[in-house]
């Protein structure tokens, strides 16, 4: 029977109602990087602590990706008859910018817009398992992050 697994267990508190993704901050520096190094990138220093970033962000800058990707590790439609063009994002999470795909048209994304980390089933492994991955999603105006 297949089974469900989030695509790298290392980067969020997934599974859950309130996951988040999990980032590093360096204890010398402070700098707060996505995934969580070894090391900090900054400073050099060896001492990185795991954090919870905010499920929250803003768009800060996107693109449209217009054809299949490479498969793996792409797990989503593949052809050109069925692959349907997705935004990727870099979102602003407050102490850190993170680059993930955001659901939805990607006509209506634009730079500043409310998002919110959500973790969709984004495609099945090869053995039919599905796949479970973080993406952002918009927060419509009025509702509650």
Not at 74 to 85: E, H, K, M, N, Q
Not at 91 to 115: A, F, T
Request: charged residues 20%; negative net charge; glycine residues 12%.
């Amino acid at each position: 029977m297949p089974d469900t697994r989030f695509i790298d267990p290392s980067i969020a508190t997934w599974p859950g109602e309130a996951a988040r993704l999990l980032g590093g901050r360096c204890d010398g520096c402070a700098v707060v990087t996505f995934p969580a190094p070894k090391g900090c990138p900054a400073c050099g220093g060896g001492d990185v602590s795991q954090v919870e970033l905010d499920p929250v962000g803003t768009v800060w800058t996107y693109t449209v990706q217009g054809f299949p990707p490479p498969a793996p590790p792409y797990l989503g439609p593949a052809s050109p008859d069925t692959f349907r063009p997705f935004a990727v994002a870099y979102v602003d999470l407050g102490s850190v910018l993170v680059e993930g795909p955001v659901l939805g048209d990607p006509s209506s994304v634009r730079i500043d817009d409310p998002v919110r980390v959500v973790f969709p089933v984004l495609g099945q492994d090869q053995d039919g398992n599905d796949v479970v991955a973080f993406a952002f999603e918009p927060i419509e105006e009025g509702s509650h992050a």
